[in-house]
């Protein structure tokens, strides 16, 4: 199994840009999860999807940041305008099942600039 | 709200020493409780995890875990560690309750094993 898959592994790009992160879930997998990670606020779920569906996006910053799944295996990220607080990590993660029981697996990150 | 408090930002130990990492958590339900390790620039990674049943957890790598519930904690114990071991520990808790998959991270703890 290939794992959660992130691309790309690392972005630069200056103010104002559009910036679209990208995931593909493990296969079979039906929930999927973004978490941004920085030094100053740790880990935080910004959206999270169920069956494609988005089940809770209370996380997402501002009306600057979208993500949509169009299918089971794929979803993005977007930022537009990008800002430079928008630096971070992005990660992806993905689970089976939508209990709370089950592990979420990550993926290996996107290391975002915005300069 | 659930919420999780790791009162050590970075732990220093010698190779072959026992290390404990602490993690307390708060919720006003039972609750699910995590390990994960993130190894640089890597994704996180799944140690362990406590759902139901005995208190002590065993997980990869040697770690076990204490969940105790009058006290509200889940530290992390190794009693010997390796210099690979030097990696971030991330305590995450999540509601039983329900369907809701949001887990909630602890700001971590970075451990670091000299010679």
């Known amino acids: 199994d290939a794992g959660v898959i992130q691309s790309p592994r690392h972005e630069v790009t200056e103010m104002g840009q559009e910036v679209t992160l990208r995931c593909k879930p493990i296969?079979?997998?039906?929930?999927l999860f973004w978490y941004r990670q920085t030094m100053m606020r740790g880990l935080e779920l910004l959206i999270y999807f169920n069956n494609n569906v988005p089940i809770d996006d209370s996380g997402m910053p501002e009306d600057r940041f979208s993500a949509k799944m169009p299918n089971a295996s794929f979803s993005t990220l977007k930022i537009q305008p990008s800002e430079p607080r928008d630096s971070a990590v992005y990660f992806c993660?993905?689970?089976f099942g939508r209990g709370p029981s089950y592990e979420q697996y990550f993926g290996p990150g996107t290391r975002l600039t915005v300069t | 709200a659930q919420s999780v408090t790791q009162l050590d930002s970075q732990v220093p130990v010698f190779e072959e020493a026992p290390v404990e990492l602490r993690c307390n958590y708060s919720s006003s339900v039972s609750v699910y409780l995590f390990w994960y390790v993130q190894y640089p620039n890597q994704g996180l990674q799944l140690l362990l995890k406590?759902?139901?049943?005995?208190?002590l957890v065993k997980g990869i790598n040697g770690f076990e875990a204490e969940f105790n519930k009058s006290q509200t904690s889940f530290h992390l114990r190794k009693p010997s560690v390796h210099i690979s071991d030097t990696a971030e520990y991330f305590c995450a808790v999540r509601e039983s309750t329900g369907t809701a998959s949001k887990l909630t991270f602890g700001t971590g703890t970075r451990l670091q094993v000299t010679l």
């Open positions: 296969s079979g997998h039906n929930s």
């Open positions: 406590y759902l139901s049943g005995s208190t």
């Open positions: 993660a993905s689970s």
